[in-house]
C-alpha cells in the first residue's frame, strides 16, 4: 500500500521548536518532489516547503525562511521539516505530500500522494 505518514507534530510555546518528519512506505522518492503543506483554519492550503530528491534542490516559503530546514534521507525513505522560532501564526494542520512526473499510455501524469497531516499547535 502506497502510504506517507507525518510525525512530529505537537503543542509548544511561541520561539519553541518542532520537527516534522515524513515517512514513505509502498514506494520510494526517487526523483519526487517532497514538499510540506499546511492549512489553518479558515484558510487555503500552502506550501511550506519543498526539496527535491534528485539533486536536493530546495524552496521556502518567504514565511518561514531563516526558520524552517527541510531535509531528506533517500535511503530511509523519509522527508524532515526542522521547525525553529515558531510563531502562532504557525499553527496549522502540516501535509506531506510527493508528486513525481510521469510519462505512460502517450501522456504525461502526475504521480502524487498525500499524507493524513499532523497538527502543530504553537501558543503565544
Known amino acids: 500500500e502506497v502510504q506517507l505518514v507525518e510525525s512530529g507534530g505537537g503543542l509548544v510555546q511561541a520561539g519553541g521548536s518542532l520537527r516534522l518528519s515524513c515517512a514513505a512506505s509502498g514506494f520510494t522518492f526517487d526523483d519526487y518532489a517532497i514538499g510540506w503543506f499546511r492549512q489553518a483554519p479558515g484558510k487555503e492550503r500552502e506550501g511550506v516547503s519543498c526539496?527535491?530528491?534528485?539533486?536536493?534542490?530546495?524552496y521556502y516559503a518567504d514565511s518561514v525562511k531563516g526558520r524552517f530546514t527541510i531535509s531528506s534521507d533517500n535511503a530511509k525513505n523519509t522527508v524532515a521539516l526542522q521547525m525553529n522560532s515558531l510563531k502562532p501564526e504557525d499553527t496549522a494542520v502540516y501535509y506531506c505530500?510527493?508528486?513525481?512526473?510521469?510519462?505512460?499510455?502517450?501522456?504525461?501524469?502526475?504521480?502524487?500522494?498525500w499524507g493524513q497531516g499532523t497538527q502543530v499547535t504553537v501558543s503565544s
Open positions: 526539496i527535491s530528491s534528485s539533486d536536493g534542490s530546495t
Open positions: 505530500g510527493a508528486a513525481k512526473l510521469v510519462y505512460y499510455r502517450n501522456t504525461y501524469h502526475c504521480d502524487n500522494h
